[in-house]
T-cell receptor, first 111, second 115 residues
Framework: GDSVTQMEGPVTLSEEAFLTINCTYT??????LFWYVQYPGEGLQLLLK?????DKGSNKGFEATYRKETTSFHLEKGSVQVSDSAVYFC??????????FGKGTKLSVKP | DAGVTQSPTHLIKTRGQQVTLRCSPK?????VSWYQQALGQGPQFIFQ???????QRGNFPDRFSGHQFPNYSSELNVNALLLGDSALYLC??????????????FGEGSRLTVL
């Protein structure tokens, strides 16, 4: 069945460091792909999305490119801030129209 | 504009009991989905309601049931609670006409502890 695998955390970075969180997926066809973020004490929020191959989703300085040849959707940010500390979830749209999530990667950014 | 609201935020039950969790969707949304998020795991899809009917269901037993009301709010019921049902239960709302489906708006969740 469809699934998402993302890098294990936690990830600890210094402010202004470069961030990459790896995400690969297994699916039939070409589902829409998403990154959701969960800030402490808040609900999950959509960070960015891509609906077809080679699409680049971007928001708040974060980017991810839908790569069908490597079945990947890695999240990147050039310069992280303390306020980016959160748990990040990669997800794909399943055949039932639901979301299938990875296990999440906790990011801590130190000043 | 109120987002997705869930109640209660925390609750503790014992094995064998039953629990009801409630969700009010974001204003204007007509579809409600429920997810279970165990500690250290990603959310897992339980089911989705639209037009007061269960439209899709994930791999969860019949102990998990739900309801959607005419005002689009929803309840999740879990019977015969097991220790393994301890988790954060997330409600998400969306507009059925909006695509892609993954643009969900989540509440902060109801944290259930089963002792």
């Amino acid at each position: 069945g469809d699934s998402v695998t993302q890098m294990e955390g936690p990830v600890t970075l210094s402010e202004e460091a470069f961030l990459t969180i790896n995400c690969t997926y297994t699916a039939t066809g070409y589902p829409s792909l998403f990154w959701y973020v969960q800030y402490p004490g808040e609900g999950l929020q959509l960070l960015l999305k891509a609906t077809k191959a080679d699409d680049k989703g971007s928001n708040k300085g974060f980017e991810a490119t839908y790569r069908k040849e490597t079945t990947s959707f890695h999240l990147e940010k050039g310069s992280v801030q303390v306020s980016d500390s959160a748990v990040y979830f990669c997800a794909l749209e399943g055949s039932q129209g639901n979301l299938i999530f990875g296990k999440g990667t906790k990011l801590s950014v130190k000043p | 504009d109120a987002g997705v609201t869930q109640s209660p935020t925390h609750l503790i039950k014992t094995r064998g009991q039953q629990v009801t969790l409630r969700c009010s969707p974001k204003s204007g949304h007509d579809t409600v989905s429920w997810y279970q998020q165990a500690l250290g795991q990603g959310p897992q899809f339980i089911f989705q309601y639209y037009e007061e009917e269960e439209r899709q269901r994930g791999n969860f037993p019949d102990r998990f049931s739900g309801h959607q009301f005419p005002n689009y709010s929803s309840e999740l019921n879990v019977n015969a609670l097991l220790l393994g049902d301890s988790a954060l239960y997330l409600c998400a709302s969306s507009l059925v006409a909006a695509r892609p489906t993954g643009e969900l708006f989540f509440g902060e969740g109801s944290r259930l502890t089963v002792l």
